[in-house]
């Protein structure tokens, strides 16, 4: 799926893709797999910054995920809630970065001490 579509897509249904991609993505990273795992990060940095676009109601849909039961689906959430909801989103990388160690983990844990000191570039 290319950028230029996800533009017809409605908030719920780009949600969904959303959720469907960071939880593939999260699972891939932490098999290793990291080939697989790529393809699905650009697919999920796609839909992230499309959700960035859509305002509040997609906001508050991205917030619910942060509490999602797929680890790989709060981590990106989170990465996209950083620019309008930074502490449910700190939060949220704080108890993704705790042991046990993962790629996700780590991930989290980078991406958490990026923000905090100001060298973690965010999308436009």
């Known amino acids: ?32 797999d990291t080939r697989a795992a790529n393809k699905d990060y650009l697919l999920a940095a796609a839909v992230r910054k499309e959700l ?9 849909l991205l917030l619910v995920l942060l509490t999602d039961p797929e680890p790989g689906t709060r981590y990106w959430a989170a990465t ?19 042991p046990p160690p993962t790629l996700l983990s780590v991930s989290a844990a980078t991406t958490l001490r990026a ?6 570039p965010l999308e436009e």
Do not use: C, Q, Y
């Open 1 to 32: 799926m290319k950028a230029r579509d996800l533009k017809v897509l409605g908030t719920e249904e780009l949600i969904a893709r959303f959720r469907e991609v960071s939880a593939r993505h999260g699972h891939l990273l932490n098999a290793r």
């Open 52 to 60: 960035r676009t859509r305002g509040p109601d997609a906001e508050k």
């Open 80 to 98: 996209a809630a950083l620019g309008f909801a930074p502490s449910e989103a700190e939060r949220a990388l704080a108890l993704l970065a705790e």
């Open 115 to 120: 923000w905090k000191n100001g060298t973690l």
